[in-house]
């Protein structure tokens, strides 16, 4: 299955006649190269001039706690939450449906992401997805390597057919 399809699934409420209110959230630290991705996707999404009145994108980096007032006032019916992630092939991407259970070990330099996800879960009440892309060990690089800026423009092409 592709992941175009993988994502559809996920947001089903795009296929009836009142859209979803998407809000796709890209997470990473800029000086760690590859932990960059999911910021560098939402970049791309965002020069493509996508964003609607039912879409939402932001490059929130390491700082989550900076774009919860603009989550919750957009109210999502869905957020598409993009990050680098561990224990699968590099530059493989994979989708997680979050749950309270769902223990995510990102910690961002201030706050475990889990915690952002319950807070804004329980204000919006809103499905919450992990899509991450398998980053190999980050080191201090300010550029995102090829094979990974590779998986991020397949994502960012799916996204892109989903959304618009």
Known sequence: MSKQNELTQLIPSLNKSKPSKVSVIGVGHPLFGDDYIGCWVTDRLIEKGIESDNLQIISAESKVENII??????????????????????GEIVIIPWTEELLLDTYLFSAPLSKFCTFIH?????????????IPFSDMSMEVSTPIKEAGLQLVEALQKMLV
Request: aromatic share 2%; proline share 6%.
């Open 69 to 90: 007032g603009p989550i919750i006032r957009f109210r999502p019916d869905h957020l598409l939450l993009l990050d680098a992630v561990s224990g699968i092939d590099h």
């Open 122 to 134: 329980n204000e919006t009440h809103c499905e919450i997805t992990l899509i991450g892309i398998q």
